[in-house]
T-cell receptor
Framework: SAVISQKPSRDICQRGTSLTIQCQVD?????MFWYRQQPGQSLTLIAT?????????ESGFVIDKFPISRPNLTFSTLTVSNMSPEDSSIYLC????????????FGPGTRLTVL | QKEVEQNSGPLSVPEGAIASLNCTYS??????FFWYRQYSGKSPELIMF????GDKEDGRFTAQLNKASQYVSLLIRDSQPSDSATYLC???????????FGSGTQLTVLP
């Protein structure tokens, strides 16, 4: 399976600031997704990162708060904007090759703490 | 009703026993079902997936699917302390085959 890296691995940020998280894959992949895992919770899909077009957001997530870019088939960024302590979570990117089953593999995650 | 439901546990089994993890889903149109393992502080790791009714075996792991009952399970035979983790059930949906996760079951295998 593809090797997925994320930067940064963790960060502590101040309220009101923004953080951009990068996801890099060592091979071209069809699908890229961004998830959030709040403390003690399961994973919630934020959006599907579409190559060359606007991301597709899930209910409850908006582009102004979580802008996403995907300039090519190996790279995507997620920005968490105007952060509040409620944004403290682990943010994970995942990749899939599409198709009927579209098995997804996850990056190591970015642990974000907002003070 | 939640889209994907799991017993949150915690579930404790002795070493060498069979651990049984269960999951139900609400969307009858779901096609593929996934089991992920997540160690504390780590990202989810795909164990296996299943899409046909019946059993699918991979080493010590067996996934079982019953679409009529909308039920998926994961059996871990000869459980080891290293199997202690949270197990996440996920179902794919939508045109991009996005995943919807259950809340996870925390498994502890006691030496």
């Amino acid at each position: 399976s593809a090797v997925i890296s994320q930067k940064p691995s963790r960060d502590i940020c101040q309220r009101g600031t923004s953080l951009t998280i990068q996801c890099q894959v060592d091979s071209q992949v069809t699908m890229m997704f961004w998830y959030r895992q709040q403390p003690g919770q399961s994973l919630t899909l934020i959006a599907t990162a579409n190559q060359g077009s606007e991301a597709t957001y899930e209910s409850g997530f908006v582009i102004d708060k979580f802008p996403i870019s995907r300039p090519n088939l190996t790279f995507s960024t997620l920005t968490v904007s105007n952060m509040s302590p409620e944004d403290s979570s682990i943010y994970l990117c995942s990749v899939g090759q599409g198709g009927t089953h579209n098995e997804q593999f996850f990056g190591p995650g970015t642990r974000l703490t907002v003070l | 009703q939640k889209e994907v439901e799991q017993n949150s546990g915690p579930l404790s089994v002795p070493e060498g026993a069979i651990a049984s993890l269960n999951c139900t889903y609400s969307d009858r149109g779901s096609q593929s079902f996934f089991w992920y393992r997540q160690y504390s502080g780590k990202s989810p790791e795909l164990i296996m997936f299943i899409y046909s009714n019946g059993d699918k075996e991979d080493g010590r792991f067996t996934a079982q699917l019953n679409k009529a009952s909308q039920y998926v399970s994961l059996l871990i035979r000869d459980s080891q302390p290293s199997d202690s983790a949270t197990y996440l059930c996920a179902v794919n949906r939508g045109s991009a085959r996005q995943l919807t996760f259950g809340s996870g079951t925390q498994l502890t295998v006691l030496p």
